[in-house]
């Protein structure tokens, strides 16, 4: 009985193995893309960013809303509500957001502080890059000018320079995703 099923494990295991073997051709293809993919993972050359715990956490709810708001932007661009993305922009990721704090250094100009001058986006200023500090402002800033030219877009009827101000806000993303970690 043991016998048995141990035989018909091992048909069952070759019959995998010989199926797995005649879609090889197939599977190659993803296989290399896998490795393609691995291999730039193991080339990361970003610089690690210590956050304390609580920090890291903060700035990571920080991005997941910087991604949603962006979502909210263009799906109320695609629909030719250029006024709300406006405002959602503004709001949420401008240099007047609660966000920009992060980024801007004690001579930064900005507006008289009503938040508590200790909040963590205040003392996020210490640990970050100046490099880094000035990408997140320059994204901050994009995002205030994709603002007035949404605004504008909501009179003229023509969105692009709108689009191509967006555009800008996402070149910050990415341009500083592909330098920094925080784990
Ligand atoms: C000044 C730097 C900086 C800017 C600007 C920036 N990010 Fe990030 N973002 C980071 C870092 C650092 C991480 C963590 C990456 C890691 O450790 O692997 C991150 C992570 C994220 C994550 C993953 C969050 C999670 O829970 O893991 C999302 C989503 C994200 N960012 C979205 C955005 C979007 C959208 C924008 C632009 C609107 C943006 N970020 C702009 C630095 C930045």
């Known amino acids: 009985m043991r016998k048995t099923l141990r035989i018909s494990m091992t048909a069952v295991a070759l019959a995998f193995g010989i199926t797995a073997y005649a879609q090889a051709p ?52 695609s629909a030719g509500r250029y006024a709300k993305a406006a405002q959602v922009a503004n709001v949420r990721l401008g240099m007047d957001s609660p966000s920009a704090e992060g980024c801007k250094g004690e001579d930064t100009p900005s507006k008289p502080q009503i938040s508590k001058p200790a909040s963590m986006d205040h003392q996020m200023t210490q640990f970050m890059p100046e490099s880094m500090r000035n990408i997140g402002l320059s994204m901050h800033q994009a995002a205030s000018d994709f603002a007035v030219e949404a605004d504008k877009a909501g009179r003229s009827g023509n969105p692009k320079p709108a689009l191509a101000a967006l555009s800008k806000v996402t070149q910050q993303c990415a341009a500083c995703h592909a330098s920094y970690k925080v784990q």
């Open 26 to 77: 197939m599977h190659q293809m993803d296989h290399m893309q896998h490795m393609q993919h691995m291999a730039a993972a193991s080339n990361d050359t970003r610089q690690l960013v210590s956050f304390p715990p609580e920090m890291r956490q903060h700035t990571l709810a920080n991005m997941r809303d910087h991604l949603e708001a962006l979502s909210e932007i263009l799906s109320n661009m």
